[in-house]
């Protein structure tokens, strides 16, 4: 009878969505990526400052997005295995360190070295923060990962407040403003981790019970690898994209549009700051109506406006960038969730393999893209791009949601 009790209560708090550890996990989210949003905002500084060429701007760029999505699905396998709640404070550690270096750093090899630093903790911080949003989602998995990546999605849109406000005025050594930021989010870590330990006893349970499960289904374990790379192909769809929106549209918008760089500015925030309503809305959205439904709507529904996009006049781009980015960022924690529920014993893998594969394909982005700008052109680079979101066709092909929820029934 006891048992029953405490069945009964463990199911009922599982059950619960805890608003509170959501909130704070968001908000780590955002300052941590205000953190990596610091050295991009910086390359202007850095390049009178230290008199970096651009290629050692672009290998500073690479080496962020490298080392911050390639560490991050071996971190989530490692921590599948082995749950290790303080790594959070102790990743967001690291980082502090790296803006503490890239403060003072006198040469570019320094800044390479905190700007490892800095990877490496976000590295960390990804694939545990969204283990901490999946625990605490209870029923509401859509809209606790929706908390937890809008605030991600707010810290990179700093970046040029950033600039303004603090790294023009104050140079390189600005940045050390940041180590207080960085400070701030390890103490919510802290909170967040001892939460976190509390909860350890019903994620091994959890764990080994979603394994059993999964190996006594082994007929559907093709189904499940062919799901994963249907989800690759729409994280590099949407990476790519994204990426070129993002670090070239700017440049567009000046030569189409006879702009200034402040004005082109307009474009880009625009595009950024709906996307980051389209990636809070996106998770309640799929709460209701299915994440598989989310995902297909999120890519098929820009494509149109994607390709009308490099002919539209200066005002009409602007409306067209601010729906293409809600549209597009929708299912940016959706795809997080799917992927969760796809494999359920290894939460923190596919979170960091999904979340990583997007850092990745970015960073990978920015180099391709850049290159075939300098090989074919700039308009007719964003005239190719704009069909990206068509192969978001492909997403016909994953399995339902009910599909999912039958395999481990």
């Not at 202007?44 to 651009?54: A, K, W």
């Not at 990743?91 to 570019?108: D, E, I, K, Q």
């Not at 509390?198 to 059993?212: D, E, F, M």
């Not at 499940?224 to 994204?242: D, E, N, P, Q, T």
Request: with cysteine.
């Amino acid at each position: 009878m006891n048992k029953t009790i405490a069945g009964a209560e463990t199911k009922r708090s599982e059950n619960q969505t805890v608003y509170s550890i959501l909130v704070i996990i968001g908000l780590c989210h955002l300052l941590n990526d205000s953190l990596q949003a610091v050295i991009p905002a910086m390359f202007p500084i850095l390049e009178i400052s230290l008199g970096l060429t651009f290629t050692q701007l672009g290998l500073i760029a690479f080496t962020l997005n490298m080392v911050a999505s390639v560490m991050q699905p071996v971190v989530g396998m490692y921590t599948d295995k082995r749950p290790m709640p303080y790594a959070l404070p102790i990743g967001l550690t690291s980082s502090m360190f790296g803006m503490l270096g890239l403060a003072l750093a006198p040469n570019f090899w320094t800044i390479l070295i905190s700007v490892i630093f800095i990877g490496i903790g976000s590295a960390t911080f990804h694939p545990e923060g969204s283990r901490v949003a999946f625990l605490a989602a209870g029923t509401r998995r859509g809209l606790a990962q929706s908390i937890y990546q809008v605030g991600g999605n707010s810290g990179q849109a700093l970046a040029p407040l950033i600039t303004a406000l603090i790294l023009v005025p104050l140079g390189q050594f600005g940045a050390i403003w940041f180590t207080l930021i960085a400070f701030l989010a390890v103490l919510f870590l802290i909170y967040i981790a001892k939460w976190y330990a509390q909860q350890t006893a019903i994620v091994s349970k959890n764990k080994k019970q979603q394994q059993r499960d999964y190996k006594n289904k082994n007929t559907v374990s093709r189904a499940i690898k062919s799901a994963v790379i249907v989800l690759i192909f729409i994280v590099f769809a949407r990476s790519w994209y994204h990426s070129a929106i993002s670090n070239f549209y700017a440049f567009y918008a000046i030569d189409g549009y006879n702009l200034s760089i402040a004005q082109s500015q307009l474009y880009i925030f625009t595009f950024l700051l709906t996307g980051a309503a389209g990636t809070f809305l996106g998770g309640p959205l799929a709460d209701r109506f299915g994440k598989r439904t989310i995902i297909i709507i999120s890519l098929l529904a820009p494509a149109p406006l994607a390709i009308v996009l490099p002919f539209a006049g200066p005002v009409m781009a602007i409306v067209l960038l601010g729906l293409i980015g809600f549209l597009l960022l929708s299912s940016f924690s959706v795809a997080v969730v799917y992927a969760q529920e796809l494999i359920p014993g290894k939460i923190g893998t596919m979170s960091g393999l999904i979340i990583g594969l997007a850092f990745g394909m970015g960073a990978v982005g920015s180099v391709a893209l850049g290159s075939f700008i300098d090989w074919i052109g700039l308009t007719p680079t964003m005239i190719a791009i704009s069909f990206l979101p068509l192969l978001g066709v492909l997403s016909f092909l994953l399995p339902s949601d009910e599909t999912i929820q039958s395999w481990y029934a």
